[in-house]
């Protein structure tokens, strides 16, 4: 079964200083990845994904995760942080249901920055 | 381009009342999801309908029923409203295949049932 385990409910950081919010994932089979941010009142937006091939990913806003298949890993991080990321992070594995692709989520990870 | 639409944004119920949770997508994907966002525990699926005519089980769906009305709407339905339903409920849309489409989410409807 696939599941998704994000460490650290809360993360806080400087403003300029380095973001990294970990992700590890268990799945059966080949997995697709994808972070998303949601903002206060908003829905979730996608921020990157890991489908196949380079195992560097570049999102939106200067994210990028690394997919690291020997660590079952999908970290997200990004050089410098800006104020405008606060927010919570949500990994997320992705399969093919019998009917339709099924997300697994993490339980997320509240993003802090402090001036 | 409004993607997925959601109404209403926030709701209060007493125990016991029913409501309806609308979701409408204009971007002609295939499927559909219904969602629920407590704190601490991510986002489980109440529901998903693959497509037009054909809905199924999720995570979670004791207590809530679904309503894929065309391939633009798919509605969830609380028919005696618990406290314990008091969260934020997500729609989703995506293709159906691949899996590495991402899903799109509407911004959500805030409930509380008192």
């Known amino acids: 079964a696939q599941s998704v385990t994000q460490l650290g409910s809360h993360v806080s950081v400087s403003e300029g200083a380095l973001v990294l919010l970990r992700c590890n994932y268990s799945?059966?089979?080949?997995?697709?990845l994808f972070w998303y941010v949601q903002y206060p009142n908003q829905g979730l937006q996608l921020l990157l994904k890991?489908?196949?091939?380079?195992?560097l990913v570049k999102g939106i806003n200067g994210f990028e995760a690394e997919f690291k298949k020997s660590e079952t890993s999908f970290h997200l991080t990004k050089p410098s942080a800006h104020m405008s990321d606060a927010a919570e992070y949500f990994c997320?594995?992705?399969?093919?249901?019998?009917?339709?692709?099924?997300?697994?989520f993490g339980a997320g990870t509240i993003l802090r920055v402090k001036s | 381009n409004a993607g997925v639409t959601q109404t209403p944004k926030f709701q209060v119920l007493k125990t016991g009342q029913s409501m309806t949770l609308q979701c409408a997508q204009d971007?002609?994907?295939?499927?559909m999801y219904w969602y629920r966002q407590d704190p601490g525990m991510g986002l489980r699926l109440i529901y998903y309908?693959?497509?037009?005519?054909?809905?199924d089980k999720g995570e979670v769906p004791n207590g809530y029923n679904v309503s894929r009305l065309n391939k633009r709407e798919f509605s969830l339905r609380l028919e005696s409203a618990a406290p314990s339903q008091t969260s934020v409920y997500f729609c989703?849309?995506?293709?159906?295949?691949?899996?590495?489409?991402?899903?799109?989410f509407g911004d959500g409807t805030r409930l509380s049932i008192l």
């Open positions: 989703a849309s995506s293709e159906i295949q691949p899996t590495s489409k991402p899903q799109h």
């Open positions: 799945s059966s089979v080949p997995p697709y």
């Open positions: 890991y489908t196949t091939g380079a195992t």
């Open positions: 997320a594995v992705s399969y093919y249901m019998e009917y339709g692709n099924k997300l697994v």
């Open positions: 971007m002609n994907h295939n499927s």
């Open positions: 309908s693959a497509s037009e005519g054909t809905t």
